[in-house]
């Protein structure tokens, strides 16, 4: 059904400021069915996210442009972002080209999963009190558009990154955001299944947000999903299948006092199911649901046998 763009309440798109818009577009996507959960947990900072890119206002709306008028070219572009994320369940950031991590701009678009891992927490807590010293080499694998490496050499600035990923396009972005935030002499962009392309390489610090949906879940997640790889989103029955190689390989790329930092969403249950005996670190956080737990080096060769 197409959004009603002509009415919301007493306030229409004939009106001019850009409050207005921001009522209509809260008032739209609250009477629609798109899910939020791409950057935004609701309909008004949903409705700035796509005003404030149409008017190159930055991340946010400041006050003292509430009331400013705009011109039928502003209110018409406005208008076909709102259509466009109503009717086609396009997620915002691939609507405005760019996300936000870590206090961060990255750009984004369908070859690469929107960044909204809870990761970015520990990254701006340095991942303390887990790492002991700071890291010298850090690996993000399955780095996508790459802000998790790349926001991590922005924490550690002695430290050299490298960001990983099986997909070419999903690393044709990570490349964009590596030239867009010069970085180009310490964050490496390498082609690689898990790490086949990796081989003689340790870090004290790999960081991975992998597929890790399984195939319940993939088959009724919200329509925005449906928009986002699914190379990034599926793996297995159960959502484990990258997650256990990767378990499998990684005490060999780390070094003595190196940790390995997984995400894997609602498969955590499947994964205490599958591995009883292994003594996952499961984190909290502030916001988001977690599912990202820690296994140190050490712990990982001492359960080796559990993973093969």
Not at 97 to 109: E, I, R, S
Not at 141 to 163: H, K, N, P, Q, R
Not at 292 to 303: G, K, N, P, S, Y
Request: proline share 5%.
């Amino acid at each position: 059904m197409t959004a009603d763009l002509g009415h919301a309440g007493a306030v229409t798109m004939s009106n001019n400021s850009v409050r207005d818009l921001l009522i209509v577009g809260e008032s739209l996507f609250t009477n629609s069915a798109v899910y939020f959960g791409h950057g935004t947990d609701n309909a008004w900072d949903e409705a700035v996210c796509l005003l404030s890119f149409a008017l190159s206002l930055g991340p946010e709306v400041d006050r003292s442009e509430l009331d400013r008028q705009l011109s039928v070219a502003e209110n018409e572009l406005i208008k076909a972002l709102y259509q466009q994320r109503i009717d086609q369940r396009i997620p915002a950031p691939y609507l405005t080209g760019q996300a936000w991590f870590c206090g961060l701009p990255f750009t984004v678009d369908q070859r690469v999963i929107i960044p909204r891992s809870p990761i970015a927490q520990l990254i701006m807590c340095y991942f303390q009190p887990w790492l002991t010293t700071e890291p010298s080499r850090i690996l993000d694998l399955c780095a996508g558009s790459g802000c998790i490496g790349i926001s991590c050499a922005y924490g550690f600035e002695d430290a050299t990154v490298v960001l990983s990923d099986i997909s070419t396009d999903a690393l044709a972005v990570a490349e964009i955001n590596v030239h867009r935030h010069k970085m180009l002499d310490r964050v490496t962009v390498i082609q690689s299944d898990l790490f086949c392309a990796l081989t003689e390489q340790c870090f004290d610090l790999i960081v991975c947000n992998p597929p890790y949906v399984d195939a319940a879940d993939l088959s009724e997640m919200p329509d925005e999903y449906k928009h986002e790889p699914p190379i990034a989103l599926a793996s297995g029955n159960d959502g484990l299948d990258f997650t256990r190689q990767l378990l499998q390989q990684a005490a060999d790329y780390l070094t003595s006092e190196g940790i390995l930092i997984v995400e894997v969403g609602n498969s955590c249950v499947a994964l205490e199911a599958a591995f009883p005996r292994v003594p996952f670190l499961w984190l909290d956080f502030e916001q988001g649901d977690g599912g990202v737990f820690l296994i140190t080096r050490d712990e990982l060769v001492a359960h080796r046998e559990f993973f093969t």
